[in-house]
């Protein structure tokens, strides 16, 4: 039955919701009355937290396992109780997680393994609310040991302190939200030392401090806490109509400010759905975020694949620099390493690539590379390093290096130009095609310094060998393809199709499809009559070195298929290929350095968020608790 509508001086009232219930004919209704914060939700004081940390002897719970549980439970800023105990990890603890925490073979040789240590942590923290700094590390092992042992995983709500900590700090307090860093700038008790009852007691700390930042945006109950990561900025919201004519598909999509300039340049195999989470809480970089807020337009550029769209994102970015984009923003600024032309050759560090004017190996991102690179060429071979123009028939005194025996002299008439030429060879060759002339002195010595304990320089040496040996593969790749007048690519759509690909001297100049049924041959008729004809020389790259190696990439994928080729694709003979072992250890042993380390965007922000109290969030209030996303 309807309730009666308010008329002017009638009797009848439209009454809240929640007093409708109380109202009876002949009683007066309830008072209105403010919610409490008790009636939106648990207070935090309420809550219990079981703060936890884990020890392991890896970075991934597929392969790595639990050495050390150390847990605390708080509720209301007062410790209630700890659980720490050593974990026998069924394997050898490897020696650098021995170094990093302490933890040796040896220690865990007597202790429990998982299966029993769980149930008496489960139970310790059955009803509470678990935290972790890094949640998704800690909380990842105790999924992996509850599925390995048959135990159920509660469905308990989780908090990261590390998010909670860029949510509220900004870059003026902390450079960053390692746990290292945020203990001390909390004044906490306990230093954080890799072992996981002093780091949990460590979090406890950092948890409480956050807490005291979370009184000014009115977050007071578990479950504003829980959502804060998860909301979104009204004006952020407000903007979503400007994802409404964005087309599905792959494709190119441009931000605009108010002034009409690009501020952002993106790709997605569909434009529709990565536009629209600009404006939802998936969103949650900081950049972004302000990006949004000066945003007035969105264009649209559909492409035929996702080849086509990314090599139209690296030239809107190299156009335009849109002052949000960080990659490939500035591809000029590559630097390359030259074999100088001139009687006694050196290297040189240059921008540009000019035809015929020397041996040139790169691109390099930056200096630091670069740098790398040449120094472990002079280690390998002893090329002047002066910058001066040297000349066979004007003698000069020699530099300390010909003195260390790292030169030949060439100044002082102490080697001829013959002699020179024969060392520089050498790196001509290995950017040509065999590095192992250059390379197997470097690796010769690696094994020495280690040999002799001396793994500090061995690692230099080894990296910078890495540097090189990285730089020779990439110039040979590129050369490869800018040899090619033209060559027709193909790969499945996915719908018995295929995307076609008219690629010139490293550029691509067509992209189309060909339907199912439909003829390919047709199809590529059409688009070698719309194709770009690239200037510049022949054998040179006609577009830059990040949109050749698009195409290589693209090229590569399995099902790719090489329709036609005018000219000559061909590899370098023996190329880099019997140095691909050397290179695998070392991206392995990279991996090793910090298998803990947080991979997350986590950096903190230039000002904290504020968030209104009780602000909503998109689709309301968040179905799932944080821990089955952790």
């Known amino acids: 039955m309807p309730l009666p509508s308010a008329r002017p001086g009638g009797t009848g009232s439209r009454l809240p919701r929640h007093e409708q219930a109380s109202a009876h004919p002949g009683q007066e209704p309830t008072r209105p009355h403010q919610a409490t914060i008790d009636e939106l939700g648990t207070p935090l004081a309420a809550?219990?937290?079981?703060?936890?940390?884990?020890?392991?002897?890896?970075?991934?719970?597929?392969?790595?396992?639990?050495?050390?549980?150390?847990?605390v439970k708080v509720r209301g800023g007062e410790v209630l109780g700890e659980f720490q105990t050593l974990v026998d990890p069924g394997c050898e603890v490897p020696p650098y997680i021995s170094v990093l925490t302490g933890i040796t073979t040896a220690m865990v040789a007597a202790a429990p393994r998982i299966g029993a240590v769980l149930p008496a942590f489960l139970e310790f923290a059955r009803g509470a609310v678990l935290v972790a700094h890094n949640a998704p590390f800690d909380l990842g092992f105790l999924r992996a040991a509850c599925?390995?042992?048959?135990?159920?995983?509660?469905?308990?709500?989780?908090?990261?302190?590390?998010?909670?900590?860029?949510?509220?700090?900004?870059?003026?307090?902390?450079?960053?939200?390692?746990?290292?860093?945020?203990a001390p700038f909390f004044s906490a008790a306990t230093a954080p030392c890799h072992r996981a009852l002093d780091d949990a007691r460590a979090t406890v700390d950092v948890l409480h401090g956050l807490f005291e930042r979370l009184g000014p945006l009115g977050v007071t109950s578990l479950e504003e806490l829980t959502g804060l990561t998860r909301q979104v900025d009204p004006e952020r919201r407000r903007k979503r109509?400007?994802?409404?004519?964005?087309?599905?598909?792959?494709?190119?999509?441009?931000?605009?400010?108010?002034?009409?300039?690009?501020?952002?340049?993106?790709?997605?195999?569909?434009?529709?759905?990565?536009?629209?989470?600009?404006?939802?809480?998936?969103?949650?970089?900081?950049?972004?975020?302000?990006?949004?807020?000066?945003?007035?337009?969105?264009?649209?550029?559909?492409?035929?694949?996702?080849?086509?769209?990314?090599?139209?994102?690296?030239?809107?970015?190299?156009?335009h620099k849109p002052r949000y984009n960080r990659r490939s923003r500035f591809p000029e600024r590559a630097l390359w390493l030259r074999l100088t032309d001139e009687p006694f050759p050196r290297l040189s560090a240059v921008r540009r690539v000019r035809p015929g004017a020397g041996v040139f190996l790169g691109p390099f991102?930056?200096?630091?590379?670069?740098?790398?690179?040449?120094?472990?060429?002079?280690?390998?071979?002893?090329?002047?390093?002066?910058?001066?123009?040297l000349s066979p028939r004007v003698l000069t005194?020699?530099?300390?290096?010909?003195?260390?025996?790292?030169?030949?002299?060439?100044?002082?008439?102490?080697?001829s130009v013959e002699e020179y030429a024969a060392i520089a060879a050498v790196l001509r060759a290995a950017v040509a095609g065999d590095p192992q002339a250059l390379v197997s002195p470097l690796l010769d010595r690696v094994d020495r310094l280690a040999g002799e304990e001396r793994f500090e320089d061995a690692a230099v040496l080894r990296d910078r060998v890495a540097?090189?040996?990285?730089?020779?593969?990439?110039?040979?790749?590129?050369?490869?393809?800018?040899?090619?007048?033209?060559?027709?690519?193909a790969r499945p759509d996915g719908d018995g199709g295929w995307h076609l690909s008219i690629v010139r001297r490293g550029r691509l100049v067509a992209a189309g499809g060909a339907a199912r049924g439909a003829s390919v041959r047709d199809a590529l008729a059409g688009l070698r009559a719309t194709a770009e004809t690239p200037t510049g020389p022949d054998g040179e790259l006609a577009a830059s070195v990040d949109e050749t190696e698009l195409v290589l990439r693209w090229m590569e994928k399995p099902g790719s298929r090489l329709v036609e080729v005018h000219g000559t694709l061909a590899c370098a003979a023996p190329g880099t290929g019997g140095l691909s072992g050397f290179l695998a250890r070392v991206e392995a042993g990279?991996?090793?350095?910090?298998?803990?380390?947080?991979?997350?965007?986590?950096?903190?922000?230039?000002?904290?968020?504020?968030?209104?109290?009780?602000?909503?969030?998109?689709?309301?209030?968040?179905?799932?608790?944080?821990?089955s996303r952790a």
């Open 47 to 71: 809550v219990t937290f079981v703060v936890v940390d884990l020890e392991t002897t890896g970075g991934s719970p597929k392969d790595c396992a639990i050495t050390e549980i150390g847990a």
């Open 147 to 182: 599925a390995q042992t048959g135990t159920a995983w509660p469905a308990a709500a989780s908090v990261d302190t590390a998010v909670l900590a860029r949510r509220l700090l900004s870059r003026d307090e902390v450079p960053n939200c390692k746990l290292a860093t945020l």
């Open 241 to 319: 109509h400007l994802a409404e004519h964005v087309p599905p598909g792959p494709g190119v999509y441009v931000f605009r400010g108010p002034r009409d300039e690009p501020l952002y340049v993106g790709t997605s195999n569909d434009l529709r759905t990565r536009v629209r989470s600009y404006f939802s809480s998936s969103e949650q970089r900081s950049r972004m975020t302000e990006m949004v807020a000066l945003a007035e337009r969105v264009d649209a550029l559909p492409c035929a694949h996702d080849l086509e769209a990314a090599v139209r994102e690296l030239r809107l970015i190299a156009e």
């Open 365 to 389: 991102a930056d200096r630091r590379a670069a740098d790398a690179a040449a120094a472990a060429i002079h280690e390998s071979l002893p090329l002047r390093q002066c910058t001066s123009r």
């Open 397 to 415: 005194a020699a530099c300390a290096l010909a003195g260390m025996g790292r030169c030949g002299a060439p100044c002082t008439g102490a080697q």
């Open 467 to 489: 540097v090189l040996v990285r730089a020779v593969r990439r110039r040979q790749r590129l050369e490869s393809l800018a040899a090619v007048p033209e060559l027709v690519l």
């Open 590 to 627: 990279r991996a090793l350095r910090d298998p803990f380390a947080d991979g997350r965007q986590l950096g903190t922000r230039a000002r904290p968020e504020r968030v209104a109290a009780g602000a909503p969030t998109v689709g309301g209030p968040d179905p799932a608790p944080l821990a």
